[in-house]
């Protein structure tokens, strides 16, 4: 039992370049949840999926997209990259059960866009 | 979405108790209160959770009182390990996305 992977750990782009950010669980969860952390600050919500086939906005969805079209996979896009996206970034799944609910986070991706 | 105010950082010993409050003015009658523990180049981990009056399981415990408008995350005994950033969250376990709003979260400094 794996718990939620994240591929690749560390990358370096170019200003415009784009790519795509995997994030995996094999705990079965529904939800799933894409954060970016900047440095001294809290994480903050990107996008977020309640389940195979559906994504929407969180809090700072400018710049991103999502997929989310295999249950355990949730795929972070960049499409053109910006020295303000240069990041940490979780992704986390999400159970929720009669003793309440309880986010998984990945290890994160390190981001940085010259 | 209920906002959260922590203090930005703590001093503690190791083997003393420490207790970090979160304030939650405008906390609604469906949401949980969570607490998340953040180690460096790690994501955060959940620690505990809780609705009302007090939880405790094998890391923490988890005071609320009546009126929900704060809560308490007493760590027993810290050890250097246990410093770490801290998160309180406040958000309605039935609303998917929006309320998951991670503060700067307490800064827990453990000191020999």
């Known amino acids: 039992n794996a718990g939620v992977t994240q591929t690749p750990k560390f990358r370096v782009l170019k200003t415009g370049q784009s790519m795509t950010l995997l994030c995996a669980q094999d705990?079965?969860?529904?939800?799933m949840y894409w954060y970016r952390q900047d440095p001294g600050m809290g994480l903050r919500l990107i996008h977020y999926s309640v389940g195979e086939g559906t994504t929407a906005k969180g809090e700072v969805p400018d710049g991103y997209n999502v997929s989310r079209l295999k249950k355990q996979n949730f795929l972070l896009g960049l499409e053109s990259a910006a020295p303000s996206q240069t990041s940490v970034y979780f992704c986390?799944?999400?159970?929720?059960?009669?003793?309440?609910?309880?986010?998984?986070f990945g290890p994160g991706t390190r981001l940085l866009v010259l | 979405l209920a906002k959260t105010t922590q203090p930005i950082s703590m001093d503690s010993y190791e083997g003393q108790e420490v207790n970090i409050t979160c304030s939650h003015n405008?906390?609604?009658?469906?949401?949980?209160i969570t607490w998340y523990q953040q180690f460096p180049s790690q994501g955060p981990r959940f620690i505990i959770q809780g609705y009302k009056t007090k939880v405790t399981n094998e890391v923490a415990s988890l005071f609320i009182p009546a009126d929900r408008k704060s809560s308490t995350l007493s760590l027993p005994r810290v050890s250097l390990s246990d410093t770490a950033v801290y998160y309180c969250?406040?958000?309605?376990?039935?609303?998917?996305?929006?309320?998951?709003?991670f503060g700067p979260g307490t800064r827990l400094s453990v000191l020999p």
């Open positions: 969250l406040v958000g309605d376990r039935e609303n998917y996305g929006q309320n998951f709003v």
């Open positions: 705990m079965n969860h529904e939800y």
């Open positions: 405008n906390i609604a009658t469906n949401d949980y």
């Open positions: 986390a799944s999400r159970k929720i059960d009669g003793g309440g609910e309880t986010q998984y």
